[in-house]
């Protein structure tokens, strides 16, 4: 089955600064890849993802990049703010799409003031 | 439209107990999902449910039974709880791949 490793598993970045988060998967066949972000206490919630069909997909802030070759991907996030603090999913999904996501174990991000 | 709903919130059992978790969806997906969410483990599938009538195992399904009673409705349940069940359980439904969440049941077996 699909594995997915995500890192770091913390970040600690000032505020203003960029964040990056990175994701490696092992099934070729992975063809749909989401971020979520989720906080304390809270459900995750999408924030962007991309296709294997695109390289790079932005939304304001967060971009997503993908490398279908190395079988990575990661999430960018442009100028920090305080309420980006959370703890960050990436995820793969294989066999077409309706069968389940393959979660990374998550980065917990930290914006320092 | 409340997207995606569970019931309970928190839940404390004792081994051995059973109980059923509920999940609802009122945006007409396709595919429900059950996961559960352990510190440092992120989230591992339990069970799926591609369509209406139809479920499959996922990475973590001992220990669990599932039932896709209609479209909006995705149960999962415990027949005899263990400590190693203590986690919070998410119900996503989706349609083709993304998946929205619910709120979670944070559940302690003790």
């Known amino acids: 089955g699909e594995n997915v490793e995500q890192h770091p598993s913390t970040l600690s970045v000032q505020e203003g600064d960029s964040a990056v988060i990175k994701c490696t998967y092992s099934d070729s066949a992975s063809n749909y890849f989401p971020w979520y972000k989720q906080e304390l206490g809270k459900r995750p919630q999408l924030i962007i993802d991309?296709?294997?069909?695109?390289g790079e997909k932005k939304d304001q802030r967060i971009a997503v990049t993908l490398n279908k070759t190395a079988k990575h991907f990661s999430l960018h996030i442009t100028e920090t703010q305080p309420e980006d603090s959370a703890v960050y999913f990436c995820a793969a999904s294989s066999g077409g799409g309706a069968d389940g996501l393959t979660f990374g174990k998550g980065t917990h991000l930290i914006i320092q003031p | 439209n409340a997207g995606v709903t569970q019931t309970p919130k928190f839940q404390v059992l004792k081994t051995g107990q059973s109980m059923t978790l509920q999940c609802a969806q009122d945006m007409n997906h396709n595919s429900m999902y059950w996961y559960r969410q352990d510190p440092g483990m992120g989230l591992r599938l339990i069970y799926y449910?591609?369509?209406?009538?139809?479920?499959d195992k996922g990475e973590v399904p001992n220990g669990y039974n599932v039932s896709r009673l209609n479209k909006r409705e995705f149960s999962l349940r415990l027949e005899s709880a263990a400590p190693s069940q203590t986690s919070v359980y998410f119900c996503?439904?989706?349609?083709?791949?993304?998946?929205?969440f619910g709120p979670g049941t944070r559940l302690t077996v003790l």
């Open positions: 449910s591609a369509s209406e009538g139809t479920t």
């Open positions: 996503a439904s989706g349609l083709i791949d993304t998946q929205y």
């Open positions: 991309i296709r294997s069909n695109v």
